[in-house]
Each structure stands twice: as structure tokens, then as C-alpha cells.
């Protein structure tokens, strides 16, 4: 059994349902990418899974999230919280601002020792030193001192990992943790990121717009559009022949080296507001196969082992083996 | 942050002036002869003659300012045309009670209007935070003076609690505080809880969230935190709102002070009083102001960046 | 009709806060401009044998210390206050849009002068302002309209000053001075009105607090001068029979603080449907 099942997930926000049956799991010791561009329901997913869509005014409406077979939906708020931190950990996009700016960092981690693992003040400490050196801050006892306005973007999200880990969590939700972070940087936190799922058998849920991202750490991905499941499968799959027509846009836009400068590719048209979301298949009006089916018939999804996929075109001449 | 201070203080020498020219021309704006204005009736005219010396009355108004500021300095602020005492006296003698009113006033309406606004916003929606925001908008609406005039009806008039008036005991505080002070709660309160909604938004919140520390925690222990720096910048922006209620209250309750003082003394004409009352007044204003933006800086170190 | 209903003004008068207090707020000005046929006694009929009644049906809330009907005078003190408070808001708001209107579109050292001297009684008590000008022009009518309107003045300034400020960077403006037009053209036709709302606004909410002034220094002794009845003055004379005559302070207190509520709260309704609570400062 996954460590997460997720199964037909439906979050709305007062008359809005940003997400509709979303379905996936993840195991121990794997990595899911979650793909999606901006505004497709990827943070909103990540806020269900913690519990925290109230905080938006949101809800889930139905489905079923199961955490080592506890059923989470509706669960008592404390046995929720109890949770938060301390099984499931939450690494969020921005490292400026997720930090208290008039805290110390050390505190911060130490935080969720004192309060997760019953440790002293002065056990907190040594184990967030001894976390913050893990994770290749140089001279973590002088850093466990300092204020968050005084580090690199960088360091602060490897804080903001530090935090996640200080509860000995089993699951962990990065939502796009490298987004806000130079490029140079980015790669290192994401492997970062893999040597712990690796080394400690954690399950990843790996939040990212960014299709090389996926390539380089995922070992299963779910392509999100629109609130929707459009495919999912595992990495190797999905990169040797993706079926449904996002998933192929999303990996033709990755930048190759060779290509002729000038030529980046995108997806035309924009994401749309879920206030104004299409009928039917709502990838249609940016969809190059699209067809009339498309508009008015919502696609089922179809499921072939690890294979899911929502597409009334690619059905049509997949080749499923 | 000792540069900031400096430079403060310096700023507040221009301030200081300017507002001292103010005063020092009202006895001359005043109707009628300015040496009329200081004197008694039926002075003769060597008393005429030796205030005409001592003020410099028949020198050019520059010369006079400058008279006026040397006798500042060495603590000669005139004499009381109706109790024909030295000014500086009856402001020493009055100062203290204003400032225990002040003071007091001040310090009430800081820790009930943290306390109540962090309770409206913890408890956000519930019947607590809908009885703090009526109290916030009574606070803010009803004319000061007749909040006062009604706890003397209601707790000395019927009840016979306290005092009706005068400064006798310090029982006759409780009453004036209370006063004034719900003013200031009210606009404390008001700025609390909206910071601490305001914060509550941030994305810190929602991390400390998912660390799984509790709502009452992260309001009280880290919320409230951030909400204290706008909760300061109001306080040192309002300072001179509590002087100025300080002032009517006093009256209202009959109770020794300079606000007293000062408005008895315009309704007599005591002009050398009056000059001397607004002009300890507008210090007041100016030093509380000043204290308030000193505490800013150390808050916040942006602020110590902001000067003119 | 319908482009009224969906106006700011229209929503807000729909709302309970806004159309109830707006009614109160048309009935109390009423009554006031109407008082001659609304009172029922003038308001300076003194009776020497019936002073300090208790209300009852002769007096709905009772008599003062001459005898007076105290209702009648709570009425044409309405006539008082309300003149008073209105005369110098608008006096305040006028010269307030001008003065901080000029510093921010012309800048320079204009500007610094005139935001000095705003700063500077922007943190004094209006109450303190009040007085210094009372003391220089003694008491009466003119003197406290006079001096209300000094008190409010920084206020509007740096309101009109903020939203100048603003506005000075917006497109349109830039168009204008593209197109050559000349200075008053671009205050008056551009940016005044669009800096106004908020302004009238503030205003409003201002003419509240300038009632209250008004009350104090009247129960000073130093604002509108007997026989002409004043809110203020009536609670002065009724805190010194407060043993015997409590209502003749309830009963205009209860009148300065129904209608400066009715005010605050019909302003904010007014903020809330034109969406600009941002742009007016929050007292």
C-alpha cells in the first residue's frame, strides 16, 4: 500500500472547484512530480493535503486522501494537527517571505523539535545544527543565530528544509521549492531533495511547473491542467512517448542544448481563471487536436497500469502496451 | 540609531521655534494693547512702566521675541494677571496632576487596547470580536466630555463610587483614566486587530501552520509581534490626541491641571497664563511625538532611514 | 434612475448602515432648519418659577436652570452645531484641496514649506489648535468656526497632497502635458476631480469630530456665546446642577453622539461601496 493514495480529490472554494477528481499516490523511498503551469490547482493540491484549505476558505468537497491509511478528509482538526509537521512535512515556493523575518532562524527549526519530539531547548538546538550541517550550510552554529534577512535565497530554503526534516517526517510536499531561486541554486536544492528521499526512504511530492525538473529527480509524474488530471505515469513513460497533447507541448517547451537561439517554445493562450474554464475538455481551446467531441464531451479518464490519461484525441490512436 | 536620535532632536529645535513664535504673538494679535493684556485694572503707570522694561514692550516685535525667549530660558514666563503669582509657579504646581492623568490615561489604553484587539482577532467572528468592534465603535464616536459627564452620573452621581471631582484621592483617577483612556482603547484596539488580520495573510503564517503549531499560538505568540510595530507608529502619530483629552477631561472633572488651567485662564483673559499653559502643551506634544518616533526606529530599522 | 441606483451613493443607502443613518442624518437637519415650526417653546423663554422640571408632557425633557424647554433648545442648538461644524469643514476642505493640491503638483519649495507646516500640526490635538486660535480671536461664532477650520486644515492638505501625488504619474496626465495643456487645465479638468472623493469623504467623517469640537469648546465657555443655544454650552450649565437636573446634560449629549455616530457610520458605508477605504486615512 502507497504511503499517500489520493483518490477523485474535489476542493472548492465558495462556488468555485479549482480541482476535480485528482487522483494519485505516492510511495516510500519514490518522488511524484506534479506539473502544472501557474493557476492549474498544483499549490491548491498541496494546501488539501495538509489540511490547511480553510485557511483559504476552501474545502474539500469529495474524495478521499489516505495517509498510511488514516483517512485525512474530515479527520479531528487536533489528530490533523498532530500530523502537520511531524509525519508530513510542507516546503513552500518562496523562502523570502515563508521564514519569520523577526525570529532567528535556529529557533525556528528547533520549534518543531521542541514541539514534535518532546526534545529540551538544548537538544533542539544541537539537532538543528547538526540538520543544518547535513544539509551543507557551512558553519551552522553561527547561522542557527541568525535572522532570515541576513542569508542568501539559497540558505533559506535549505532552512525552510531543515524545518520540514526537523520532525522526522515520512512524507514531504515540496511546492515548486526552487522557483524563486537562481538557477545556479536550483539544481543543487533539488538534489538536496533526492539524497533524502534516497537516503531515508521518504515518500516526495514534488510540486513544479518546470518539465526538467521532472526529468532530472521524478520517478512518477501527474500532469495537471486546469484543475484536471490530463495524463500521469511513470518518468520513463511519459518521456519516451507522452499521449495526451499538454503533456507533449509541456515537454516540447524544455530548452535542448543545439537549439538555434531565438527559438524557445511555448503553448499558446494562457491558463485560463477558474472562473472561465471551458466546456468539456477544458485543454480544448489551446489544444492543436482538438475536435468537437472536445468542447462538449469532459473526457474519462482512462487507466492501463501505471498509465492514467483524460483525452478523447489520444485514445483515438494510442498504441498502449 | 544614536545618529537617528540626534538628528531627531535637532529637528525638533525649527518645530520648537516655530511654534513658540505662534504663541508669542498672541498677545499681540490679541485686541487692544498688549501691555493692557498683561496688567491688571487700575495699574499705575510706573507698574506699566517697569513691564514695558522687563518685556521690552516698546522695542521692534523681533527684539521682543528675543526678550521673550531669554526670559524663557531662565525660567521667567510672566506673571498671573488675576492670582498675581509667577507663571512658572502655577504650571510647576499643576504640571503633576496632569501628568499622572497623562500618564495613567496612556498606559490604560495601551495594555486594554492590545489585550482587547488580540482577543477580537483570535477569536475572529465570534461574539467576542462583535462586542470588541461595538465597544471600538463607541470608543470612536461618543464625544468625549459627555462620556465623562455620564460616569459621573452613573458612578458618583447614583452610585457614589467615586468622587464627582477634584483630586483629592487617587480614587478621583479612576473615572477620568477610564475616560479618556476609552478613546485610546478604542483606536488601539481597532489597529491590533486589523494589523493582526493583516499578518495572519503572510506567508509565514501559513508555514507556521504547517508546522502544526496550534491557531491560538501563532496569533499570541508570533502574530502579535508583528502587529505591535503599526501599533506603535499609531500611538506616536496619536500622542498628542491623549494630551489634548487630557485636557478637556480635567475640566469636565474639575481636576487640578494644566488643561484647567489653560481653559480658565482664556475665559479670564490671563493671557500671560495662557501663553505659558499652551506653550508647556505644545513641548508636551512635541516630546511625546518625539519619544514615539524614537521607539519606532528601535522597532523597525527602515524607519531610521526615512528622515527629511 | 436606475445609473443613481447603482452609483456609491445608491448602494449605500440601500445597506442598513448607510440608509438608516443617512435617514437620521435628513431628519436631525430637519429639524434644525425647521426649528421655528419644530420646537415646541422658543428657545429662550425663561420661566423662573418652573426651573429644573423633571420631563413630563408639558417638557418632553424637561426644563433647564431659567426655566427653558430643553428640547426646544437641544433643537435650535442643532441649527448651531450644524452650521458650525458644516461652515468650517467646508471652509477646512476648501483651502485644505487648494494648499495641498499646489504642493503637490508644483513641488519644490513650495511643498516643503507648506508639508512643514502640515506636519507640524498634524501631530497636535485639534483641541489645542482650537484654543490657541480662540485665545487669539476670543470667543464667539466666527472666532470657533475660524478655529475648527485651522484644526482640520492639515488634514485635508495632506489627504489632496497624497492623492496629487499619485495621480501626477498616471498616463493620462502624462498625455495631457504631452498635449501642452497648461497647469490649470491639468489640475482642474484632470487631477482635482479624481482626487475629490476621497477628500469629500474624509470630510464628511471630519464634520463628525468637528461637531464634537464645537461641543467642547462650547462647554469651554468659549464658543457660540448665550442666549444662543449651544450643545456644548447646555451640558456646561447642566454639569453644574448635576445633582438636580441630569438631563439637562443626557438629552444634548445623546443628540451630539446620535448624529456623530450616524455620521461615522454612514461615511464608512459610503467607503465600503466606493472602495477606497486604501486612499482615505484611517483615523
Not at chain 1, 520532525?167 to 514531504?172: K, Q, R
Not at chain 3, 485644505?96 to 507648506?114: E, K, N, Q, T
Not at chain 3, 444662543?228 to 446642577?241: E, H, I, R, V
Amino acid at each position: 500500500m502507497a504511503l499517500l493514495e489520493v483518490r477523485d480529490l474535489c476542493v472548492t472554494i465558495g462556488s468555485l472547484q479549482p480541482l476535480d477528481r485528482v487522483t494519485f499516490s505516492v510511495d516510500k523511498g519514490s518522488i511524484l512530480g506534479l506539473v502544472g503551469e501557474s493557476g492549474s490547482g498544483k499549490s491548491l493540491t498541496a494546501m488539501a493535503l495538509m489540511g490547511l484549505l480553510p485557511l483559504l476558505g476552501g474545502r474539500v468537497s469529495q474524495g478521499s486522501v489516505r495517509f498510511d491509511g488514516t483517512e485525512l478528509v474530515g479527520l479531528d482538526s487536533e489528530r490533523y494537527r498532530a500530523l502537520r509537521g511531524r509525519r508530513i512535512a510542507l516546503i513552500t515556493q518562496n523562502p523570502m517571505t515563508s521564514l519569520d523575518p523577526i525570529q532567528r532562524v535556529g529557533a525556528q527549526i528547533d520549534q518543531v523539535g521542541i514541539l514534535h519530539r518532546g526534545l529540551t531547548a538544548a537538544d533542539a538546538r544541537a539537532r538543528s545544527i547538526e540538520l543544518l550541517t547535513q544539509l551543507r550550510i557551512p558553519d551552522a552554529a553561527t547561522v542557527h543565530g541568525q535572522y532570515p534577512h541576513q542569508m542568501s535565497g539559497g540558505m533559506k530554503q535549505r532552512v525552510v528544509i531543515a524545518m520540514a526534516l526537523a520532525g522526522d517526517p515520512e512524507l514531504i510536499i515540496a511546492d515548486e521549492p526552487t522557483t524563486a531561486l537562481d538557477v545556479t541554486i536550483q539544481a543543487q536544492i533539488i538534489q538536496i531533495l533526492v539524497d533524502l528521499v534516497r537516503q531515508r526512504g521518504l515518500a516526495l511530492l514534488l510540486i513544479t511547473h518546470d518539465m526538467s525538473v521532472v526529468a532530472q529527480a521524478c520517478d512518477q509524474v501527474l500532469v495537471l491542467y486546469a484543475g484536471r488530471i490530463a495524463e500521469s505515469n511513470t518518468v520513463e513513460a511519459i518521456f519516451a512517448q507522452a499521449l495526451h497533447p499538454y503533456t507533449q507541448a509541456l515537454i516540447a517547451c524544455i530548452p535542448r542544448s543545439g537549439q538555434a537561439s531565438g527559438s524557445l517554445r511555448g503553448i499558446t493562450g494562457i491558463v485560463p481563471s477558474v472562473a472561465s474554464y471551458a466546456g468539456g475538455c477544458r485543454y480544448h481551446p489551446r489544444c492543436s487536436l482538438a475536435q468537437a467531441r472536445c468542447q462538449t464531451e469532459v473526457p474519462a479518464t482512462q487507466v492501463h497500469n501505471t498509465h492514467r490519461i483524460a483525452c478523447h484525441v489520444a485514445t483515438a490512436g494510442a498504441a498502449h502496451g | 540609531m544614536l545618529n537617528y536620535c540626534l538628528r531627531r532632536l535637532l529637528l525638533l529645535v525649527p518645530v520648537f521655534l516655530a511654534v513658540s513664535v505662534v504663541i508669542f504673538l498672541i498677545i499681540h494679535w490679541v485686541p487692544g494693547d498688549p501691555i493692557d493684556n498683561m496688567v491688571q485694572i487700575g495699574s499705575s503707570p510706573e507698574q506699566k512702566a517697569a513691564l514695558v522694561a522687563r518685556y521690552g514692550l516698546d522695542q521692534p516685535l523681533l527684539v521682543q521675541y528675543g526678550v521673550w525667549l531669554r526670559n524663557l530660558s531662565t525660567g521667567d514666563l510672566g506673571d498671573a494677571i488675576i492670582l498675581r503669582r509667577p507663571v512658572l509657579e502655577l504650571i510647576a504646581e499643576n504640571l503633576p496632576h496632569s501628568l499622572r492623568l497623562g500618564g495613567l490615561a496612556f498606559l490604560f489604553s495601551t495594555v486594554v487596547g492590545i489585550a482587547t484587539g488580540a482577543l477580537a482577532a483570535v477569536f475572529k467572528d465570534s461574539w467576542i470580536d462583535r462586542s470588541v468592534m461595538a465597544l471600538i465603535l463607541l470608543g470612536s464616536t461618543l464625544p468625549s466630555f459627555w462620556l465623562g459627564l455620564l460616569m459621573i452620573l452613573l458612578f458618583a452621581v447614583q452610585l457614589e463610587w467615586f468622587p464627582v471631582s477634584g483630586a483629592r484621592t487617587w480614587t478621583a483617577l479612576v473615572l477620568p483614566v477610564l475616560t479618556i483612556g476609552l478613546h485610546g482603547v478604542a483606536l488601539v484596539a481597532r489597529v491590533t486587530r486589523a494589523a493582526m488580520l493583516d499578518i495572519s495573510r503572510r506567508d509565514f503564517v501559513l508555514m507556521l501552520h504547517a508546522k502544526g503549531l496550534s491557531h491560538q499560538r501563532i496569533q499570541l505568540q508570533h502574530v502579535l509581534r508583528h502587529a505591535m510595530l503599526p501599533v506603535v507608529t499609531i500611538l506616536s502619530l496619536r500622542i498628542g490626541w491623549i494630551i489634548g483629552g487630557a485636557v478637556t477631561i480635567e475640566y469636565v472633572f474639575a481636576r487640578p491641571g494644566l488643561g484647567s488651567l489653560l481653559i480658565t485662564s482664556l475665559a479670564q483673559r490671563d493671557y500671560p497664563v495662557v501663553q505659558g499653559c499652551l506653550l508647556m502643551l505644545a513641548i508636551a506634544v512635541m516630546l511625546g511625538t518625539l519619544l514615539g518616533d524614537l521607539v519606532q526606529a528601535g522597532m523597525d530599522p527602515r524607519v531610521r532611514e526615512h528622515l527629511r | 434612475m436606475s445609473r443613481w441606483k447603482n452609483s456609491a451613493l445608491g448602494r449605500t443607502v440601500r445597506t442598513w448602515r448607510g440608509g438608516l443613518s443617512l435617514a437620521v442624518l435628513v431628519l436631525i437637519a430637519m429639524a434644525a432648519l425647521f426649528a421655528p415650526w419644530v420646537a415646541p417653546y422658543p428657545y429662550d423663554i425663561q420661566n423662573l418659577s418652573a426651573t429644573n422640571k423633571d420631563p413630563s408632557l408639558a417638557h418632553w425633557l424637561g426644563t433647564d436652570e431659567f426655566g427653558r424647554d430643553v428640547l426646544s433648545r437641544i433643537i435650535y442648538g442643532a441649527r448651531t452645531s450644524l452650521t458650525v461644524a458644516l461652515t468650517a469643514i467646508c471652509g477646512s476642505v476648501t483651502l485644505g484641496m487648494c494648499l495641498g493640491a499646489a504642493a503637490g503638483y508644483f513641488g519644490g519649495l513650495f511643498d516643503r514649506a507648506v508639508t512643514a507646516v502640515v506636519d507640524l500640526t498634524w501631530s497636535f490635538p485639534e483641541v489645542l489648535i482650537a484654543l490657541i486660535f480662540v485665545a487669539i480671536l476670543g470667543a464667539g461664532l466666527y472666532s470657533t468656526i475660524v478655529a475648527i477650520s485651522i484644526a482640520y486644515l492639515a488634514q485635508f492638505a495632506r489627504l489632496t497632497r497624497a492623492q496629487i501625488l499619485t495621480l501626477k504619474s498616471e498616463t493620462y496626465v502624462e498625455a495631457a502635458v504631452n498635449l501642452g495643456s497648461g497647469h490649470g487645465h491639468i489640475l482642474f479638468r484632470h487631477l482635482l476631480p479624481n482626487a475629490i472623493t476621497p477628500v469629500i469623504v474624509a470630510g464628511m467623517l471630519a464634520t463628525g469630530d468637528a461637531i464634537i469640537l464645537e461641543a467642547t469648546l462650547g462647554f469651554f465657555g468659549l464658543g457660540v456665546q448665550p442666549p444662543k443655544p449651544s450643545w456644548g454650552a447646555m451640558m456646561s450649565s447642566g454639569s453644574a446642577q448635576i445633582f438636580l437636573a441630569p438631563w439637562t446634560i443626557l438629552g444634548p449629549g445623546l443628540a451630539i453622539a446620535i448624529a456623530v455616530v450616524c455620521i461615522n457610520l454612514f461615511g464608512d458605508a459610503l467607503i465600503d461601496a466606493l472602495d477606497i477605504r486604501h486612499r482615505v486615512r484611517d483615523h
